[in-house]
């Protein structure tokens, strides 16, 4: 079964630093990309960005160019999402996705359970 | 770029037939024929219900069907059931790498 297991909650005060995962099993991890949604509390999803984990080549959504950084490590099957410097903004549900390698990005499937990131003083 | 325009909400009667709609420019929708859709049931991951236009993934229901005229996609959803209901979003390759989402849907089924 082709799975997409995401890293559990996180709660955050601004300002510090955090990396959520995405590991890959049932499927060659370096056969697709991998991409990442944020959901903000109860508004839509907004395509952050996507990896090819065979050679990290990174696209970036241009809302999000510079927020965050995608990274993968293709030996453990696990891509990965990160902050420098959290926002209260920042609070949010992001999920990951396996994105097919031919032709253009274009559907997510599957996707990943989720990370509630929650950033608060 | 512009999230695609969807309207908040639909709602039809078991059995019935909707239709959600999805609006993009000539830069995204209009100028491919790579829209998605998903459906979202409250706290639950996003689900995987139409590619490529038209396209069903297997075990998706026949009951799902996609299509596209000009800038604008469209879900259609056959013989409601309460199961359906749930949110739904479409998403359109927009070039340059690029992917972008529309604002989501709620069905309520009556």
């Known amino acids: 079964e082709v799975q997409l297991v995401q890293s559990g909650a996180e709660v955050k005060k601004p300002g510090e630093s955090l990396k959520i995962s995405c590991k890959g099993s049932g499927y060659s991890f370096t056969s697709y990309w991998i991409g990442w949604v944020r959901q903000m509390p109860g508004k839509g999803l907004e395509w952050m960005g996507i990896?090819?984990?065979?050679?990290?080549?990174?696209r970036y959504s241009p809302s999000f160019q510079g927020q965050v950084t995608i990274s993968a490590d293709k030996s453990i099957s696990t891509a990965y999402l990160q902050w420098s410097s959290l926002k209260a903004s920042d609070t949010a549900m992001y999920y990951c996705?396996?994105?097919?390698?031919?032709?253009?990005?274009?559907?997510?499937?599957?996707w990943g359970q989720g990370t509630l990131v929650t950033v608060s003083s | 770029q512009s999230a695609l325009t969807q309207p908040a909400s639909v709602s039809g009667s078991p059995g019935q037939s909707i239709t959600i709609s999805c609006t993009g420019t000539s830069s995204d929708v209009g100028s491919y024929n790579l829209v998605s859709w998903y459906q979202q049931h409250p706290g639950k991951a996003p689900k995987l219900m139409i590619y490529?236009?038209?396209k069903r993934p297997s075990g998706v229901s026949n009951r799902f069907s996609g299509s596209k005229s000009g800038n604008t996609a469209s879900l259609t959803i056959s013989g409601l059931q309460a199961e359906d209901e749930a949110d739904y979003y479409c998403c359109s390759y927009a070039g340059s790498s690029n992917v972008v989402f529309g604002g989501g849907t709620k069905l309520t089924v009556l």
């Open positions: 990896i090819y984990p065979g050679d990290s080549d990174t």
């Open positions: 996705a396996r994105v097919p390698l031919t032709g253009p990005p274009n559907w997510f499937d599957p």
């Open positions: 490529e236009g038209s």
